[in-house]
C-alpha cells in the first residue's frame, strides 16, 4: 500500500523556520511529481510548493523567496523548508504525490500542522 507520512510541523514564533519532511512507501518516488498544500481554518486549500521528477520547482506567490521544496530520491522523501514564517502561514500542510507515467488519483498525506504564532 501507498503512503505519504508527514512530520516537522509545531508552534513557531513569527520570523521562524521550520523543516517539514514527507516520507513515500509503495512508490518509487522518482517517478512522482511531488507537492506540498496547505489549508488553514475556512480557506480552500492551495498549493504551496512543487517539484517535478526533474528537479524543477514552482511556489506559490505567498511563499516564494520564503520556502524551498527538494528531494532526496533515494530516501523517498520530499522536504519543505519553511523560513521567515508568518502567521498567515499557519495551516495544515499536507504532502501529495502524482504519478506521471499514467493517469492515476493522486496520493495524499494525513497532514501536518504549522502554527505561526507569538
Known amino acids: 500500500q501507498v503512503q505519504l507520512v508527514e512530520s516537522g510541523g509545531g508552534l513557531v514564533q513569527p520570523g521562524g523556520s521550520l523543516r517539514l519532511s514527507c516520507a513515500a512507501s509503495g512508490i518509487t518516488l522518482s517517478t512522482y511529481q511531488m507537492g506540498w498544500y496547505r489549508q488553514a481554518p475556512g480557506v480552500q486549500r492551495e498549493l504551496a510548493a512543487t517539484i517535478s521528477n526533474g528537479g524543477r520547482t514552482n511556489y506559490a506567490d505567498s511563499v516564494k523567496g520564503r520556502f524551498t521544496i527538494s528531494r532526496d530520491n533515494a530516501k523517498n522523501t520530499v522536504y519543505l523548508q519553511m523560513n521567515s514564517l508568518k502567521p498567515e502561514d499557519t495551516a495544515v500542510y499536507y504532502c501529495?504525490?502524482?504519478?506521471?507515467?499514467?493517469?492515476?488519483?493522486?496520493?495524499w498525506g494525513q497532514g501536518t500542522t504549522v502554527t505561526v504564532s507569538s
Open positions: 501529495n504525490a502524482q504519478y506521471m507515467v499514467v493517469v492515476r488519483p493522486d496520493y
